[in-house]
């Protein structure tokens, strides 16, 4: 289930990608954020009790929509656009 | 003058304040260096979609369309005039100095002079279950639809207070979204209250009273005097629980949009030194500034909402005033006439100001009332328990707190929880709100990735 809704601009070129090692398709111009959470629910696990997080400020303050790239770079998905191929995987956060 | 005496002018952010004062600079003939953590320039309340939408300013911005169009064009003008850096995080600020980061790499930048403009985020008074997916704060809310184009769920429930409240309820259904319902915090009475002061901005104020005629004439019940209480889920939002007169109340919706007001990122002007001084309207520190824009550190000068909320009209004058400040300081001719009707204006709008916080007061009971179990760090995830059981150990000051129990210790340096986590120790500790301190800024203010490479 996605959790957010796509309400407009959605006659963009498709862009493929991977999200946890598993095919998946976003818009050209979504942020990474955007492009998780309308085929998913959730951008990483939180780092004491594993609960799933989806960000929060979406303006780059939080810090809590971090995900990771298949190059090893970690970024905040709510500043970062969505490229063509990317490999993104997300942190399932640990439990104390 | 010639132009090697000019002084070498950086601004701090790219939204209303940072162009402003930019375009500002630039028609008296001083190239400022305009560094922007943003993709595109703009801010947040003007902040622009990905240059493949297709949306006109009207359907984006709404009433500010042509002020949010007339700052992009000036953006526009300067990007290609002056030394613009975009996507670049300034995360440490010292004596004449930046360092920043774009990505990857690492650099300083060197000012005589520098405007800090570096805006606001959300005021977010938590409650249990706001770390769901699905909760965001009416800021995000707004992005999420402004820069992309999407609802952040089904079936939204907006709530908190302010002026934003009502504004991004409003774009929601008017953008085809379910608005659930509206519950603000505010009761009737205090808007009545805050009439009389309202007024002196009649637009603003009609604009308000607009967005609210409209949600109840589209069917969208709004609530006064309603708390949100708890937002319930286990993976994600599955509802809320809220409360107005005593009422306890449920609603099934998949999202919720909820803050109080604006808080001021005021990490920059702490690190390079500006004295801070309480602001009770902000219920904040915020860095002193003079009605020009200087702060306490010659050379150092701020705009906009990160130097105390106004908004984005406010953050344009005080931009522009800013600016002619540093022109002034170092000699070169300023109209006079319209540094004072600029100065002027802003205080018209500080008074507006006080309006909207008698109109949209905070909710003093919040502090007393949020149950021990509610996550208050979400980065640490550290409870009002937890706080609470830190104050009772006795100790009262916000950094010291902080140390003690790890709240406001996370990535986001207590930009999220750092003013509930102060109401909470003021409120536990029986002391002033200004009487416990405020979370000092540390470098990096912002997390740096690893392996930065430093640019020759």
């Known amino acids: 289930m996605a959790l957010f809704k796509r309400l407009v601009e959605q006659d963009r070129p498709a862009l493929a990608f991977t999200l946890d090692g598993l095919p998946a398709s976003g818009l050209q111009g979504d942020t990474l954020l955007t492009a998780v959470l309308t085929c998913s629910e959730h951008l990483r696990g939180s780092d004491f009790s594993a609960e799933p997080r989806a960000g929060f400020c979406m303006m780059g303050a939080c810090q809590d929509c971090w995900v990771r790239l298949g190059d090893g770079r970690r970024v905040r998905a709510c500043s970062t656009l969505l490229e063509q191929g990317q490999v993104v995987s997300r942190d399932p956060g640990r439990q104390l | ?456």
Request: aromatic share 6%; glycine share 10%; net charge neutral.
């Open chain 2, 1 to 456: 003058m010639t132009a090697n005496t000019h002084p070498s002018v950086v601004i701090v952010g790219a939204g209303p304040a940072g162009i402003r004062a930019a375009q500002t600079l630039h028609a008296h003939g001083v190239n400022a260096c305009l560094v922007d953590e943003g993709l595109r320039g703009g801010g947040q309340i003007y902040r622009r979609q990905p240059e493949n939408f297709r949306r006109q300013p009207k359907a984006l911005y709404g009433f500010e369309a042509s002020k949010a169009t007339a700052v992009h064009q000036a953006m526009d003008k300067l990007a290609t005039s002056i030394d613009y850096r975009p996507q670049t995080l300034v995360w440490n600020a010292e004596d004449h100095r930046l360092d920043v980061v774009r990505e990857g790499r690492a650099g300083s930048i060197d000012y005589s002079h520098l405007i800090v403009a570096t805006g606001a985020t959300d005021r977010i008074l938590p409650v249990p279950g706001w770390t769901l997916p699905g909760v965001y704060s009416l800021g995000a809310a707004q992005i999420a639809l402004k820069y992309q184009g999407c609802a952040i769920g089904e079936r939204v429930v907006f709530a908190g207070s302010g002026p934003l409240l009502y504004l991004v309820a409003y774009q929601y259904a008017k953008a085809g979204a379910k608005v659930v319902e509206v519950l603000d915090s505010a009761p009737f009475s205090a808007q009545c209250r805050a009439l009389p002061a309202l007024f002196g901005q009649p637009m603003t104020l009609a604009k308000g009273l607009y967005y609210r005629a409209w949600l109840t004439a589209h069917g969208i019940a709004v609530h006064q005097g309603a708390t949100l209480q708890r937002i319930d889920g286990e993976k994600r939002v599955t509802g809320v629980q809220w409360q107005a007169g005593g009422e306890p109340q449920t609603l099934d919706c998949d999202a919720v949009a909820f803050a109080h007001a604006l808080r001021s990122e005021t990490q920059l002007a702490d690190l390079l030194g500006c004295e801070f001084q309480w602001s009770p309207l902000n219920r904040a520190w915020l860095p002193s500034r003079d009605s020009a824009g200087r702060s306490s550190v010659p050379g150092v000068y701020l705009a906009g909402d990160g130097a105390g909320i106004m908004g984005a009209d406010a953050a344009e004058m005080a931009g522009e005033l800013a600016a002619l400040a540093v022109l002034a300081d170092n000699g070169l001719p300023i109209d006079a006439v319209r540094s004072e009707h600029l100065q002027r204006k802003l205080a018209d709008i500080e008074r507006f100001r006080h309006g909207l916080e008698t109109a949209f007061p905070f909710p003093e009971e919040w502090a007393e009332k949020v149950p021990d179990e509610t996550i208050i760090c979400r980065c640490e995830e550290i409870s009002a328990g937890e706080i609470r059981a830190t104050v009772n150990e006795g100790h009262w000051e916000i950094n010291r707190v902080k140390a003690m129990c790890r709240v406001g210790m996370g990535r986001c340096q207590g930009r999220m929880c750092g003013l509930a986590a102060t109401e909470i120790v003021a409120q536990c500790s029986g002391r002033e709100l200004q009487g416990v301190g405020r979370l000092r800024g540390q470098a990096p203010i912002k997390p740096l990735p690893f392996g930065l490479e430093n640019q020759p």
